[in-house]
C-alpha cells in the first residue's frame, strides 16, 4: 500500500537556477513558466539559416560552413555540463569519445551516480513494508521521486504517475490494462508509420485479441506525418490515438496538443510516446491536454530500468492490474483477491527503488538547469548539426528541412549514397571514436516506407558541443573518402 | 621444415582456389587496396579443384608474411577444439603439410586477426577479404535466404554435396559483413558437417571487429551468420541421415531362423510390433 503523501506538503517551489549545481542532490523544484508546444509555433529559438545560405563544405572546416551561434562557443551549455558527465572523458580506439547516441540512451551526471551509490550505502531497504528506519527512509525517497517526476511535466498529483521497467513496459500497461478493457471488434487504433517498435507491437498483440483495427498515418513530402490528414482519419470507431511526441528518426516534432483536442472531439483517448521529448523540452501534460503519456528515464539521463506512465486518475482507477503479485493488491484469499488503488495496483513485486530515486535525483538536476535553457541550446546545436552534414555530399538525410514551420529535434538519421550505414557507423568508432548508431533504430515501418533497410543516426543532447559536431563532420568525411577510395 | 609449395590452403582467404601444378605457380597478387605486388607459390586446394586461381589482394606486410603462421604438425594429433589445437605459430617460411581442418582454420584465422595491432586495421582486414568474396547469384537474394537478426541484409545458401561436404554461398549490403562472410565461407566451405556444427561463436570473438561483447546481439554479425550456416546444415544432416538410414543401413531382423537384413526400419519395425500383436505378417520369421 503506498506510504501516506506527507512529503508532498514538505516541497519547496524554488524557482531554476540559471547555473549548473550538478553536486547538489536535493529535492529541488522548478516553477514551470507556461511554454506551449504548440507546432511551430512558440519555440524560443533563433531564426534557422535557410537551405540557401549554406556555403559549400570544406573538409578541413565545417565551421566556416554555417554561421557560428553565440550560444554554441565556448561557455556554452554544452561545455559547462560536460564536466559533470565523466563518461564523456575517454579514449575509444586510441580517439577522444565523441558519444552520439542519445536518442538510444544518454549518458549519467555525477549527480545521479551519487544518489544511487548514496542509496545503497545509507539506506537500502524494500518499500511500502517494512516499519523501521530503513525502510521508512527509503519509501519517503522513493514516494518524494514519484512526486518529482508528477511535478516535471505537471501531472495534477503523483498518483497519476506509474512507475514501469521502461516507455515500453508503460505502453504495454495501457494496451494490456485499458485496451482489453476498452477495445471491442471493429473499434479503431490511429497510430503514425513513425513509430518505435514499442508503440505499435503492443497495439498489434491487443488489437488480435479484441478484433479491433489499427490504422496509420503516412508522411507528406515534407517527411513528416501528414497531420492534416490525420483528422480526417479520426471517426466515432476511433478509441485511441497513440503518436510520438518527437521522431526518433525524423526528427520532427507533432502538435500533440491539437491531436488530442481532435481526438477528445470524437471520444477517444490519447497516448504520447514522449521518450525524445521529455528529455530534451518542457513538456505540460495538463496543457497538452493528454491522457496517457510514456517516457523512459534512461533517454533523460536517469538510470536504466525505470520508466514512466502518466495516467489520468479517472483513467487508472478504471482499469485492472496488468500484473499480478505483491504490492498491488488489497487482500488475497484462495479463490480471489483485491487490488490496491493506483499507482500501486500497477506496480507489482519490488519496484526499482535505486532506479526511482536516481530517476529522482535526474529529475533535480535537470531542473536545476531549466528545461527550456536545455531545449534553446539543443535547438541551436540542431540547426548546426543539420547544416553541417547536409554540406556533406551524397549525403541524405530524413525527415524535415528545418523552417519556421517545422522543427527538428537535435537529432539526424541519414544515409551515404553506395556505403552501408553500418559500415559508416563501424568505421567511425573504429578509426575515430565516434559513437552513432547504424541500423533502422526500431522503426522498421518508417524505413520500410522510405524505401531503404537501415540508417545512420547521429543524435545529440545538452552536454554535447559544437565541437563534438565538428569532429563528427570531420570523421564522416574522411570515412566516406576511405569507402570512396576503396571501392 | 616444409616448403611454401606446399599446401596453402590457410590462405585462402586471399583468393578463392589455387590451381594445382606438378611444378609451383608463381602468383603475382595486385593489390588495389594495399601498392605492392607479391610473389608466391601456390598449392591447389584438395577441396575444390575445378576453380580458377583468383587474384586476390595481399599486403606486402601481412601477418602471412612476416609473423608467425599457422602450420598442422603431422606429429601431433589433430583436436577438434580449436583452444587446444595442435596448430601452433610458425615463423614465415615453415609451411604446413596437410590441408587445416576447421577447428585449425579457426584458430589461424583468430590469429591473424589477434595479430593486427589497431581493431581499424582488423576493419581494413574484413574489407580486404570482402573483395574475395564470390559473385552472388541476384536470384538467391530472397527472403527464405536471409539471415535473420542481423542489422545489414545478409543471404546465405546452403547446399551439400555428393561427397556430403558443405557448399556455402554468401553475399551482404554492407561490405563490413561481406568480409565476415568471406572468412566464414574460407572456415566452412568443403568441411564436413560435423566440424560446422563444432564450431562455437566464443571461437570466433577474436576476430569480431568493434564487438567486445560476445553477446548475441543483432549486431553480433559473427553470431547470426554463423547461428545460421549451423542451422541449415543441420538440416541437411538430418534430411540426409533419414535417408541413409533408411536406405543404407537396412535394419537387421531377429527371427527364430538367425539374423538377416530386411528392407528398412518402419518397415522391420511395423513387422516386429504386428508379430508382437499376434498377427500373420508376410517376411521372415
Known amino acids: 500500500m503506498m506510504a501516506s503523501t506527507t512529503m508532498e506538503s514538505a516541497f519547496l517551489k524554488i524557482p531554476s537556477f540559471g547555473f549548473v549545481n550538478p553536486n547538489i542532490a536535493t529535492s529541488k523544484l522548478v516553477s514551470r513558466s507556461s511554454v506551449s508546444l504548440r507546432f511551430g509555433f512558440h519555440f524560443r529559438s533563433c531564426a534557422i539559416s535557410s537551405a540557401s545560405a549554406a556555403e559549400p563544405a570544406s573538409a578541413s572546416s565545417p565551421s566556416s560552413v554555417v554561421n557560428d551561434s553565440e550560444k554554441l562557443g565556448p561557455g556554452s551549455l554544452g561545455h559547462i555540463t560536460r564536466p559533470d558527465f565523466p563518461i564523456l572523458h575517454q579514449a575509444v580506439n586510441g580517439s577522444k569519445l565523441v558519444y552520439l547516441d542519445n536518442a538510444a540512451t544518454s549518458q549519467k551526471p555525477t549527480a545521479v551516480l551519487e544518489a544511487i551509490q548514496n542509496y545503497y550505502e545509507s539506506y537500502n531497504s524494500n518499500v511500502h513494508r517494512g516499519i523501521h528506519y530503513l525502510s521508512a527512509r527509503a519509501t519517503d525517497e522513493y514516494e518524494l521521486a514519484r512526486q518529482k517526476v508528477a511535478n516535471f511535466i505537471n501531472a495534477s498529483e503523483s498518483r497519476e504517475i506509474v512507475f514501469t521497467r521502461n516507455a515500453t513496459e508503460a505502453i504495454n500497461l495501457v494496451a494490456y490494462s485499458w485496451g482489453l478493457t476498452n477495445l471491442r471488434p471493429e473499434d479503431e487504433i490511429v497510430l503514425t508509420i513513425a513509430e518505435h517498435h514499442s508503440n505499435i507491437v503492443p497495439w498489434q498483440l491487443v488489437a488480435q485479441k479484441t478484433g479491433a483495427n489499427l490504422k496509420f498515418l503516412e508522411l507528406t513530402e515534407d517527411e513528416v506525418p501528414d497531420v492534416g490528414k490525420l483528422k480526417e482519419m479520426l471517426s466515432k470507431k476511433t478509441k485511441l490515438v497513440a503518436v510520438h511526441h518527437v521522431s526518433n528518426m525524423l526528427a520532427s516534432v507533432l502538435p500533440v496538443d491539437e491531436i488530442a483536442s481532435w481526438a477528445h472531439d470524437v471520444g477517444a483517448k490519447v497516448l504520447v510516446d514522449a521518450c525524445q521529448s521529455v528529455p530534451h523540452m518542457v513538456v505540460d501534460v495538463k496543457k497538452l491536454g493528454l491522457d496517457f503519456l510514456v517516457a523512459s528515464s534512461h533517454k533523460m539521463c536517469g538510470p536504466t530500468g525505470i520508466g514512466l506512465l502518466y495516467g489520468k486518475s479517472d483513467l487508472l482507477n478504471a482499469m485492472p492490474p496488468f500484473l499480478g503479485g505483491g504490492e498491488m493488491i488489497a487482500d488475497v484469499f484462495l479463490d480471489h483477491s483485491t487490488y490496491a488503488e493506483p499507482p500501486s495496483r500497477f506496480e507489482a513485486g519490488t519496484p526499482a527503488i535505486a532506479e526511482a530515486i536516481g530517476l529522482g535525483a535526474t529529475i533535480d538536476y535537470l531542473s536545476g538547469i531549466g528545461m527550456e535553457r536545455i531545449h534553446d541550446y539543443e535547438v541551436e546545436l540542431a540547426n548546426y548539426l543539420y547544416n553541417s552534414l547536409r554540406s556533406v555530399p551524397n549525403i541524405r538525410i530524413y525527415g524535415p528541412d528545418p523552417s519556421r514551420v517545422f522543427k527538428r529535434a537535435a537529432l539526424c538519421s541519414f544515409n551515404v549514397e553506395d556505403v552501408h550505414p553500418t559500415d559508416v557507423a563501424t568505421f567511425l568508432d573504429q578509426r575515430h571514436g565516434v559513437a552513432v548508431r547504424s541500423g533502422h533504430h526500431c522503426a522498421q515501418p518508417l524505413h520500410r516506407y522510405l524505401g531503404i533497410n537501415a540508417s545512420a543516426r547521429a543524435s545529440l543532447h545538452f552536454y554535447n558541443t559544437k565541437e563534438d559536431v565538428d569532429d563528427f563532420i570531420r570523421a564522416l568525411t574522411d570515412t566516406i573518402s576511405f569507402f570512396t577510395s576503396f571501392k | ?285
Open chain 2, 1 to 285: 621444415m616444409q616448403s611454401l609449395t606446399q599446401n596453402l590452403s590457410f590462405l585462402s582467404p586471399l583468393f578463392s582456389q589455387v590451381s594445382e601444378s606438378p611444378e609451383p605457380k608463381k602468383i603475382q597478387l595486385k593489390s588495389s587496396f594495399f601498392k605492392n605486388p607479391i610473389f608466391f607459390t601456390s598449392h591447389k586446394s584438395v577441396h575444390s579443384p575445378d576453380k580458377p586461381i583468383s587474384t586476390g589482394v595481399f599486403p606486402k606486410n601481412s601477418i602471412f608474411f612476416t609473423s608467425p603462421k599457422c602450420y598442422h604438425n603431422p606429429d601431433k594429433p589433430i583436436s577438434r577444439n580449436p583452444r587446444n589445437s595442435s596448430v601452433s605459430c610458425i615463423t614465415a617460411h615453415e609451411i604446413p603439410l596437410q590441408p587445416l581442418t576447421v577447428p585449425e582454420k579457426v584458430h589461424c584465422l583468430a590469429c591473424e586477426f589477434k595479430s593486427l595491432p589497431e581493431p581499424i586495421d582488423r576493419v581494413k582486414r574484413l574489407l580486404h577479404y570482402a573483395t574475395l568474396l564470390p559473385p552472388f547469384d541476384e536470384s538467391g537474394r530472397v527472403e527464405e535466404n536471409r539471415v535473420k537478426g542481423c542489422t545489414t541484409m545478409v543471404w546465405l545458401q546452403v547446399e551439400m554435396d555428393g561427397n556430403r561436404l558443405m557448399r556455402y554461398k554468401v553475399d551482404s549490403d554492407s561490405e563490413i559483413t561481406k568480409g565476415f562472410c568471406s572468412c566464414l565461407i574460407w572456415l566452412f566451405d568443403g568441411a564436413i558437417p560435423e566440424e560446422v556444427l563444432s564450431v562455437k561463436t566464443d571461437d570466433l570473438a577474436e576476430m569480431n571487429v568493434g564487438m567486445p561483447s560476445k553477446g548475441h546481439s543483432r549486431v553480433n554479425t559473427w553470431h547470426n551468420i554463423l547461428i545460421s550456416i549451423q542451422k541449415k546444415t543441420k538440416n541437411f544432416v538430418e534430411v540426409k541421415d533419414k535417408d541413409r538410414s533408411l536406405t543404407e543401413f537396412p535394419p537387421l531382423v531377429g527371427s527364430t531362423d538367425g539374423f538377416s537384413v530386411y528392407g528398412n526400419y518402419k518397415e522391420a519395425q511395423y513387422m516386429q510390433e504386428s508379430r508382437q500383436a499376434g498377427n500373420e505378417v508376410e517376411g521372415p520369421t
